[in-house]
T-cell receptor
Framework: DAGITQSPRHKVTETGTPVTLRCHQTENHRYMYWYRQDPGHGLRLIHY???????DKGEVSDGYSVSRSKTEDFLLTLESATSSQTSVYFC????????????FGPGTRLTVL | QQQVKQSPQSLIVQKGGISIINCAYE??????FPWYQQFPGKGPALLIA?????SEKKEGRFTISFNKSAKQFSLHIMDSQPGDSATYFCAASEDSSASKIIFGSGTRLSIRP
């Protein structure tokens, strides 16, 4: 699992509440990613980071923000959760070049009621 | 827009048979084509990958066939086993871009004993 942990692993929340998901890596890799996985859509990139305080938007970034204040931690925040953000969220890292092998964390299942 | 189209959505194969999953892409700048395997409750994991300078890559029972002119690539699983039952994602990326890993929508493979 390339030393990637995600927390929480499961969360149920209500529409309109803020939610923060955490991704932690133990090996100081530069590139980190947040994806969401939904049936029929595969994995879609939300945001990614190429260094401390260096982040950029992915394909489905609306409604999400990220922060990376330390190399090992990449946070994903839903400022005001909506039911359309019910999904499984995966964090990933790249080992070496950004588009080399990506290693994924175990995922966080988020349900927004 | 769906830059990587994957088919079929689901596939059932008898034990010992050949499983074939197909993908097509649009962006001719893509130059790295990985396949990921995902078991229920787990994050995706790299299975095998190919670059467009070769037409085929084989690792054990898994083979990628690549057709650059048709912009298509496929995964073949020979002598399919029940343990191969999983969801498979094709993907494509440009080496020059940290964010441009595009995943297909996934194929749920079931191997009947």
């Amino acid at each position: 699992d390339a030393g990637i942990t995600q927390s929480p692993r499961h969360k149920v929340t209500e529409t309109g509440t803020p939610v923060t998901l955490r991704c932690h890596q133990t090996e100081n890799h530069r590139y980190m990613y947040w994806y969401r996985q939904d049936p029929g859509h595969g994995l879609r990139l939300i945001h990614y980071s190429y260094g401390v305080k260096d982040t950029d938007k992915g394909e489905v970034s609306d409604g999400y923000s990220v922060s990376r204040s330390k190399t090992e931690d990449f946070l994903l925040t839903l400022e005001s959760a909506t039911s359309s953000q019910t999904s499984v969220y995966f964090c990933a890292i790249s080992v070496g070049a950004p588009t080399d092998t990506q290693y994924f964390g175990p995922g966080t299942r988020l349900t927004v009621l | 827009q769906q830059q990587v189209k994957q088919s079929p959505q689901s596939l059932i194969v008898q034990k010992g048979g050949i499983s074939i999953i197909n993908c097509a892409y649009e962006n001719t700048a893509f130059d790295y084509f990985p396949w990921y395997q995902q078991f229920p409750g787990k994050g995706p994991a790299l299975l095998i990958a190919i670059r467009p300078d070769v037409s085929e890559k084989k690792e054990g029972r898994f083979t990628i066939s690549f057709n650059k002119s048709a912009k298509q690539f496929s995964l073949h699983i020979m002598d399919s086993q029940p343990g191969d039952s999983a969801t498979y994602f094709c993907a494509a990326s440009e080496d020059s871009s940290a964010s441009k890993i595009i995943f297909g929508s996934g194929t749920r493979l079931s191997i009947r004993p």
